[in-house]
């Protein structure tokens, strides 16, 4: 079976062979595998899709491959800080693990911290030919064989809070909401424009979303998200749906956000992303939801993926597959990149299960 006829049969909800799989890495994992693997070609990973040849995915036996336009962009860039072309600030924080040393990238400067900033602010160019020249190039050489996903993540929320700071950002909302709005203006407009002209370019599915769920409840009010966010989710998936009604959108927050599913369904979301196991009652989710929504991820970076045993990993696949995945409706994978301390042997027992394991039926 072709990688995107398995990707199509799971969300229609149908039964394909086995189940799907899409896994990313951070660029220290993505190393540590290339080595294992033997694989000499690609030395740079975009985890969020784009800049190399798809060389590990495609190793893997994954059926998704991601293209990235827009500020996620911006992470895991090769300087130790930098300034990206938003003129958000970054540095690098080194961490430590029996397998190595990673870093990850974090926010220092935030250029419309100051009220009147924004006056005088102009965001990049999201028409720029140049930024989708790695999806044109995805789509002409891999689009026959396999899913190809356009990835516009940090869509609204995230990119605005980076600009403006992340505590400023939540007392907006209160304090000062008409600001709040133009600030969610800027990201929204310019990944709308580049979900949409990867939409017209062709691509299977869009990824859009932001976190705006904890480990135990919401980062804001459900309230809070449909004043500002909810419109603004509503018209993007209407406007990429009005461009193709068969492509499909994705929507991404990591921890709880229960409250606001019903909300992403009534507006004409396709697949949830990452079904953060640690957070969400994945049974009741499938009862609950399973008619309307697919999920995509659910494997456990938190415990499972980096401190449990292969028989563990193995087990949570197979549990996966007959909750989530009843009657069809899921695509496997870890609910983030893949990070330097999980163990090689765990990271093959989840990759060989799903790719080994036939699809149950019923």
């Known amino acids: 079976m072709k990688h995107r006829d398995r990707v199509q049969l799971a969300l229609n909800h149908e039964i394909p062979d086995r189940c799907p799989l899409q896994v990313s890495f951070t660029p220290e994992f993505a190393a540590r595998l290339r080595a294992e693997m033997k694989l000499a070609g690609d030395k740079l990973h975009n985890p969020h899709g784009g800049g190399n040849t798809y060389e590990l995915e495609r190793a893997l036996g994954e059926d998704l491959l991601l293209t990235s336009v827009g500020w996620a962009n911006s992470y895991y860039q090769d300087a130790w800080e930098y300034t990206d072309e938003w003129g958000i600030g970054w540095?690098?924080?080194?961490?430590?693990?029996?397998?190595?040393?990673?870093?990850?990238?974090?926010?220092?400067?935030?250029?419309?911290?100051?009220?009147?900033?924004?006056?005088?602010?102009?965001?990049?160019?999201?028409?720029?030919?140049?930024?989708?020249?790695?999806?044109?190039?995805?789509?002409?050489?891999?689009?026959?064989?396999?899913?190809?996903?356009?990835?516009?993540?940090?869509?609204?929320?995230?990119?605005?809070?980076?600009?403006?700071?992340?505590?400023?950002?939540?007392?907006?909302?209160?304090?000062?909401?008409?600001?709040?709005?133009?600030?969610?203006?800027?990201?929204?407009?310019?990944?709308?424009?580049?979900?949409?002209?990867?939409?017209?370019?062709?691509?299977?599915?869009?990824?859009?979303?932001?976190?705006?769920?904890?480990?135990?409840?919401?980062?804001?009010?459900?309230?809070?998200?449909?004043?500002?966010?909810?419109?603004?989710?509503?018209?993007?998936?209407?406007?990429?749906?009005?461009?193709?009604?068969?492509?499909?959108?994705?929507?991404?927050?990591?921890?709880?956000?229960?409250?606001?599913?019903?909300?992403?369904?009534?507006?004409?979301?396709d697949v949830l992303n990452p079904i953060q196991p640690a957070c969400m009652d994945l049974a009741q989710l499938k009862q609950k939801y399973g008619r309307n929504l697919c999920f995509w991820g659910s494997m456990d970076v938190q415990h499972t993926l980096p401190f449990g045993s292969p028989a563990d990993v193995r087990a949570e696949v197979l549990s996966r597959l007959e909750t989530l995945g009843k009657g069809g409706g899921l695509i496997l994978g870890p609910t983030h990149h893949v990070q330097l301390d999980t163990p090689l042997e765990n990271f093959w027992a989840m990759i060989d299960t799903i790719t080994q394991t036939p699809y149950p039926q019923g």
């Not at 959108?249 to 004409?268: K, M, Q, R, T």
């Open 91 to 269: 540095k690098s924080a080194e961490y430590e693990t029996r397998f190595g040393k990673g870093r990850y990238t974090e926010m220092s400067r935030f250029p419309l911290a100051a009220d009147d900033a924004i006056d005088h602010y102009v965001a990049p160019d999201p028409t720029r030919p140049e930024l989708y020249e790695d999806a044109a190039w995805v789509l002409k050489t891999f689009q026959e064989e396999y899913w190809i996903v356009g990835v516009t993540v940090t869509t609204i929320f995230e990119t605005a809070w980076a600009l403006r700071g992340y505590e400023q950002m939540l007392a907006d909302f209160l304090l000062d909401p008409e600001l709040a709005e133009r600030l969610l203006d800027i990201p929204y407009h310019y990944h709308l424009t580049a979900a949409k002209q990867l939409t017209q370019m062709g691509v299977d599915m869009i990824w859009i979303g932001d976190d705006v769920g904890a480990q135990r409840s919401m980062l804001i009010s459900p309230t809070t998200w449909r004043k500002f966010f909810k419109p603004r989710v509503a018209t993007f998936i209407a406007e990429l749906k009005a461009i193709n009604p068969q492509v499909k959108v994705a929507y991404h927050s990591d921890g709880v956000i229960d409250p606001i599913i019903p909300d992403l369904i009534e507006i004409g979301l």
